[in-house]
């Protein structure tokens, strides 16, 4: 009658441990956590280890005591063991669940990142098991490690990269939705300053993030992509090895209508000098920009980082012949024909840059010609002129009536 009576205590305790009020005190109690310590033995019956790893996951939830279940000599040793080899889908799913809420406590979050074995048993739960809680508790586990500052090289540089990897692989191809999304969150979270650079060169990180934030069929899996695509992006360094590969991608992921932000990283690469040349013959980078400077589904502030992004890159000079095209033109147009209050520095933005562009004699005939180009420049000169006379002060120097008269001569 043993393993009954092994069983009915359980299941009692089980009762206890659903009861928010009783977790401390049982976590406190005399001998309780040596007790739950036994999970792991192969004397227990399955169903008598599920029963106990159901109650450790209760009480991993009181957060005033999970340093102390962390700090318990043997505990997590016995979850870890129940999460890596153990049999049974229920006990690997509630040891997973453990080690999620364990790992949201701030204060326990730097001494769990240390534990190499912790950390190996999350990266297996969060690609081979087969039931979809366990892996989704494993990322999130993994998404609540990399909140903490202290810990994000720790895990980006672990064992070779195995946690990028792991994350990178949840995000690509597991089913559940959830783990995808927790997957883009840990993402995000341990892209920093000191990780962005060897996040952009894990292989094929960059373009399952931009894949995935173009083909995910959940939005929300879309948008936490873009968000960490993005954060490594403005994080990284602009001498890096990748920056070529990091902006193609930025590129790609910007088809999606769930991606914010890219408009905003692409102006701030594009104030560097040094990458300004690199930066203007990434393949559709320019086509991007321009249709974000004049589309409707952009923001005012988007358009206006990408119209910024614009100028910013024609005062590279080797910039402004493959630049003056009918794309940016356009687009240099429409945007210096804006009319609203919320326009001006889009439109001043625009006129720098065909000012810019037009001190490329061999560019002057070619922008003459292009219709409407002249007329908007004509426009401009009459705004700057009433400007002028009405004593405004101006954010860019007045170059519309230079402007024009240039281009009207190379006609």
């Known amino acids: 009658y043993s393993k009954v009576s092994i069983i009915n205590i359980s299941k009692v305790l089980l009762y206890f441990s659903r009861v928010p009020e009783l977790r ?21 019956e399955p169903d008598a280890r599920v029963l106990r790893m159901r109650i450790i996951a209760n009480l991993s939830n009181a957060e005033d005591v999970k340093h102390i279940m962390i700090d ?11 999460a890596a080899l153990d049999l049974s889908e229920g006990a690997r799913e509630y040891a997973s669940a453990t080690l999620m809420d364990l790992a949201s406590s701030t ?13 190996a048993t999350l990266v297996k739960l969060a690609v081979t098991d087969s039931k979809d809680e366990t892996r989704e508790y494993a990322v999130t586990a993994l998404q609540n490690l990399a909140f903490s500052k202290e810990n994000r090289t720790r895990l980006v540089e672990f064992s ?3 946690v990028i990897e792991a994350l990178k692989k949840a995000l690509s191809t597991d089913s559940n939705d959830k783990s995808r999304r927790r997957a883009a969150g840990a993402l995000t979270n341990l892209a920093c300053e000191e990780t962005a650079d060897l996040m952009a060169g894990h292989e094929g990180l960059l373009h399952v993030l931009s894949r995935a934030a173009t083909h995910d ?11 960490a695509l993005t954060k490594i992006a403005s994080s990284s360094s602009a001498d890096s090895d990748f920056f070529k590969v990091l902006v193609t991608a930025l590129v790609n992921a910007s088809s999606s209508e769930n991606c914010t932000g890219i408009p905003a990283v692409l102006r701030v690469k594009a104030r560097e000098a040094s990458v300004r040349e690199d930066m203007a013959r990434i393949p559709g980078l320019l086509d991007t920009l321009a249709e974000m400077s004049i589309s409707r589904k952009y923001s005012s502030k988007d358009k206006e980082n990408a119209m910024r ?9 080797e910039n402004r012949k493959i630049m003056c095209n009918k794309v940016i ?4 147009i429409e945007a210096s024909n804006m009319d609203s209050a919320v326009s001006k520095e889009i439109r001043d933005s625009a006129i720098v840059a065909i000012e810019r562009l037009a001190t490329e004699v061999t560019n002057r005939q070619y922008m003459a010609r292009h219709e409407g180009l002249l007329v908007a420049v004509a426009k401009a000169t009459e705004r700057e002129s009433k400007s002028e006379l009405a004593g405004e002060k101006q954010s860019q120097p007045r170059l519309a009536k230079q402007l024009l008269l240039s281009l009207l001569l190379a006609m």
Do not use: F, P, W, Y
């Open 24 to 44: 401390t005190t049982l976590v406190k109690h005399d001998g309780m956590l040596q007790t739950l310590c036994r999970v792991s033995t192969s004397q227990l």
């Open 72 to 82: 318990h000599s043997g505990l997590i040793e016995s979850v870890l063991k129940i």
């Open 107 to 119: 204060n326990s979050q730097e001494s769990m990142a240390k534990n190499d074995k912790l950390l």
């Open 160 to 162: 070779d990269g195995v």
């Open 217 to 227: 069929k959940n939005s929300d899996v879309q948008k936490r992509s873009c968000l």
């Open 309 to 317: 992004a614009i100028m910013h890159l024609t005062n590279e000079t």
């Open 329 to 332: 033109l356009q687009a240099l």
